[in-house]
């Protein structure tokens, strides 16, 4: 057992094992206190997160130049690397459980229920759905990839989601309330994907979090019991409660500062309920007026040609920065134009909004946790 908060003295053993019982097992002991601290990785993709990261142990070898946690750092969560290099968020047995408890609460899971996991454990929404299921005292469903029949017929109750992996249960038409709850979370759904598998009898509840927050801790716009809310004075979303990150691996900052993790996100507070506007680094300044990313992308998602799209700023000598949208044709064989969906964005957001470029694609390039790749579609690879 390690007891001492306040030196790097745990262990931080690399596990880059398939879903399976010993991943579970390897979670339940570092929670419990019965095992060291783990850093779950991809299998086959572990080495530079190990080279970054430093576990002490990795394939149950010592790690030369390792180094430990602190004691009550239970798993150290490699994030994602959307916009970014990665970091350790480094997050105690009490905030993954605080988490799991809330979120349990909220959605009225009683003990006993299963939990199908069917994302990275590597990711914290992967890995939330085995701490559920420790809280639920049941045995987790584990899929090492994402097989749509499979996932119906899993047997589950609950159910945690990206928006491509519900698209593609959608796509089958299928009757969707086998499930309790299916938590969708990690991006932004295309505009109408909750209505249409709603329509097909899924109980669907969004979430909103980053490993810093031990994952969703706002559901449906409302947050999960003892987070609190708040905006900023430049109009990012601020999270405090038990739920919050012990601090960054290898970072002389520390946990966040006066009880507040300020988000890289961009947000609105009416009557409680929260509203995401898009990431505060993805506005995009062209000819000196900000353009939310997000907000274009949202725009564009709903006209009838575009299957997916995302949206990114382009060096521009003259306007600074280019609105460019990257799109998925619902026809590739009668893809949309510039014009026409320059058209349909001055419609309905500011002139200035509208892309200048367009770039056509079979598909967006996604992340192991289903986000939009943004920093390859930025550097137009």
Known sequence: MWRNPSHPDRPLHAVALPAGPRLFAAIRDALSGEGPAVLPLIPGQEAAAI??????HSGGRRQPGGA???GEVAVVIATSGSTGPPKGVMLSAAALRASAAASLRRLDAAKG????????????????VLVRSLLCESEPVLHERFDPVAVLESGADHVSLVPTQLHRLVALRADLSRFRTVLLGGVAPRPGLVAEARALG????TTYGMSETSGGCVYDGMPLDQVELKIGDDGRILVSGPVLFSGYRDS???PPGGGWF??????ELSGGRLRVLGRADDVINTGGEKVPAASVAAVLGAHPEV???????RPDPEWGELVVAVVVP???????TLAQLRAYCTDRLPPHAAPRDLRLLPSLPLLPNGKTDLIRLKSGT
């Open 202 to 205: 899924a109980r669907v509840v």
């Open 113 to 128: 229920e299963r939990w199908l996991c069917c994302l990275p454990v590597s990711h914290v929404s992967g890995l939330q």
């Open 307 to 313: 299957a997916d799209v995302a949206v990114v700023g």
């Open 68 to 70: 430990g946690v602190p």
């Open 51 to 56: 080279a970054a990261l430093r576990p002490t």
């Open 262 to 267: 300020v988000t890289s996100d961009l947000g």
């Open 252 to 254: 002389p900052a520390g």
């Open 330 to 336: 619902a026809d590739p064989a009668a893809p949309p």
